[in-house]
């Protein structure tokens, strides 16, 4: 089973039945692409909680494959400089959550954690800050409902006032949420976002935030197109979809041709694989994610 296949069971992102053998998509505009279905379970928790990435990526350093679970987790508290244990346990288990597999209580060298060991200083952040945003359905739902919209018909004009921000955690949030979690919720999207290249901000708090295309790691994207496939069960896809309408497109707020410059730097990477698809261009994930398309698509 796949990460994202772990986090929809525990409240990630949803499953949701993929158009990935499309060939053709009308222009953006007359799509509105960024309107895409999702299956949400709304209304959405606060996202009060966060994993700092500096202690998160220690963490993951340490997680070597064939380590025990409960080996690494013992030398993952001693990694952290906090002295309140439950703060420890707490963020050692959200990173195991997020990033280490051990289904029999061993490690296993897992398409991510691969990715992240031998990555260079800005794809692990890339990494780190895609997987991380895509655990939580506010980020993917940030940008298809306020930075893509805005993009699309404003360019670098656009801008996010906190007073919008505060109507779109208001609107797909909890109702009985208390004002303080609310509040959270916002800035915790908000550093998301700008730490995965989509927003900028001013040191100011109250000045309204800028939209902004982002400029990942190619690897960094080929994963999140990746994961997708892995989690639908597809395994496949078009180019046409991946550059258009996949998570990793709208996740990094992407004009399409710019999708698919990255896609293909993601197979020369060898993140991911060309395929055939519905006779047109396509990609495919590798065996290591447990899934082999030609037996999901037979099923």
Same mark, same amino acid.
């Given at each position: ?9 525990? +409240? ?27 299956? &949400?379970?709304?209304?959405?928790? !606060? ?18 494959? +064939?380590? $025990? ?26 990173? $195991? ?11 296993? /060298? ?10 260079? /200083? ?12 895509? @655990? ?24 996010? !006032? ?19 979690? #609310?509040?959270?919720? #916002? ?12 927003? $900028? ?59 698919? $410059? &990255? ?12 395929? /055939? ?6 990609? @495919? ?13 037979? !099923?």
């Amino acid at each position: 089973m796949s990460m994202s296949a772990v986090q929809a069971q525990g +409240g990630g992102r949803a499953l949701v039945h993929p158009i990935n053998h499309i060939v053709e998509i009308p222009a953006a505009p007359a799509l509105g692409r960024w309107r895409a279905q999702l299956d &949400l379970p709304l209304p959405l928790k !606060s996202w009060t909680r966060t994993v700092p990435a500096v202690e998160a990526l220690a963490l993951i350093d340490a997680a070597e494959p +064939g380590l $025990e679970l409960s080996a690494w987790s013992e030398r993952a508290e001693a990694l952290l400089p906090q002295t309140e244990p439950a703060y420890r346990q707490t963020l050692v288990r959200l990173v $195991e959550r997020l990033f280490v597999q051990a289904p029999d209580g061993v490690i296993v /060298e897992a398409p991510l954690l691969k990715l992240l060991h031998g990555g260079t /200083e800005r794809r692990r952040h890339d990494l780190y800050y895609a997987a991380y945003g895509l @655990a939580h359905p506010w980020t993917l739902l940030a940008c298809r409902q306020v930075l893509l919209p805005l993009l699309d018909r404003l360019g670098d004009a656009a801008a996010v !006032s906190i007073e919008d921000w505060d109507h779109f955690v208001l609107r797909f949030g909890e109702p009985d949420a208390t004002e303080a979690s #609310r509040r959270k919720t #916002r800035s915790t999207v908000i550093g998301v976002l700008q730490q995965l290249g989509v927003l $900028e901000r001013e040191a100011n708090s109250a000045a309204p935030t800028k939209p902004r295309r982002a400029a990942p790691d190619a690897s960094a994207f080929g994963w999140v197109l990746a994961d997708q496939l892995a989690l639908e069960l597809w395994g496949e896809a078009t180019l046409t979809w991946a550059s258009h309408i996949s998570d990793a497109a709208m996740l990094y707020c992407l004009r399409p041709e710019t999708a698919a $410059e &990255l896609t293909q730097g993601a197979i020369r990477a060898r993140v991911l694989k060309k395929a /055939e698809v519905a006779g047109a261009p396509g990609i @495919a994930i590798s065996a290591a994610w447990g899934l082999e398309p030609q037996v999901a698509a037979a !099923s």
